[in-house]
């Protein structure tokens, strides 16, 4: 194993602007500035020589700031960020984000679907157009979706398949309610497209925040890792919003627990080759 990726963390600060999505006491732990030189110790500590840095919110000068911070540093190697893919100039866009300070650091595009109403906004003729300027790019598209969406999620990864579309988070499984179906039928299916990968992220934060247990995880990690391999799954902290539930610590433990040690794939190999191969030029390839 010649290192550990943390494909997926955020950092916000809320000096700089709001983090409207941290509402109510039960998200009040995290209603504060997290930075990069907070969370190195913990990446260090934990063997982490690389990570991806992922957006946080719908606003454009974000991705430039994350560009810009990933420039500065030796740890964020690769940002996902965001741009508005339903507008008809996206290409040039991209293009704009490339050529800025950091802007070979861009390695995919997020959008919050989960928060869409549409359980088909994949599907939409503006969205489709977006996703073709993304594979056209060589860039990677990040699902952040929940279960009723993941057939749409399959459609869209079906129509586009040069365009690699990495799955955040297992798409949220209903862990604290100990339900498997539909989802796990819906990962399958997403899974059996070649050109689709997941994070085993932001597991403990779908289970009961003060009372989860490793075999509450275990059947959702283990329906991933059988569905998708090794080869296509990779481990994110999801920090800070895992710490709600978890020190930083305890989420690179457990996700070692579900793998079964140290997986070279899991813990490495998956994210280099999906997201880090892309760091400072144009690769298509999924």
């Known amino acids: 194993m010649t290192g550990v990726v943390d494909a997926h963390h955020h950092v916000w600060d809320l000096s700089v602007r709001d983090q409207d999505w941290i509402t109510g006491p ?49 740890l964020v190697a690769g940002v996902v960020g965001w741009t508005d893919l339903t507008r008809p100039d996206v290409r040039d866009t991209l293009d704009r984000l490339r050529e800025l300070p950091g802007g070979r650091h861009l390695v995919g595009i997020r959008h919050q679907v989960q928060g869409e109403p549409d359980p088909e906004w994949l599907l939409r003729p503006d969205v489709r157009r977006g996703l073709a300027a993304l594979a056209d790019s060589g ?33 949220k499984p209903p862990i604290a309610a100990h ?48 569905a998708f391999g090794p080869d296509r799954v990779m481990f994110g902290s999801d920090w800070p919003v895992c710490t709600l539930a978890a020190t930083y610590a305890q989420v690179v ?19 280099r080759r999906v997201y880090l191969s892309r760091v400072g030029g144009r690769n298509s390839r999924t």
Do not use: M
Request: charged share 25%; net charge negative.
């Open 253 to 271: 433990d457990t996700a070692r627990e579900l793998v079964g040690g140290n997986d070279p794939d899991v813990f490495d190999g998956t994210a």
């Open 179 to 226: 339900e498997l179906e539909p989802w796990r039928t819906r990962i399958r299916a997403l899974a059996a497209l070649p050109n689709t990968y997941c994070k085993l992220s932001g597991l403990v934060t779908e289970a009961d925040w003060a009372h989860w247990t490793l075999d509450d995880l275990r059947p959702y990690a283990d329906t991933a890792l059988d």
């Open 26 to 74: 039960e998200l009040a732990p995290i209603r504060r500035a997290f930075t990069l030189d907070e969370l190195t110790p913990e990446l260090r500590a934990a063997g982490v020589d690389a990570t991806v840095l992922v957006q946080t919110v719908t606003v454009a000068e974000e991705t430039p700031e994350f560009l810009a911070l990933a420039e500065r540093g030796d």
């Open 139 to 171: 860039l990677v598209y990040d699902l952040v979706v929940l279960p009723h969406q993941l057939p749409a999620c399959a459609k869209a990864a079906a129509e586009h398949p040069e365009l690699a579309f990495v799955l955040d988070h297992l798409g």
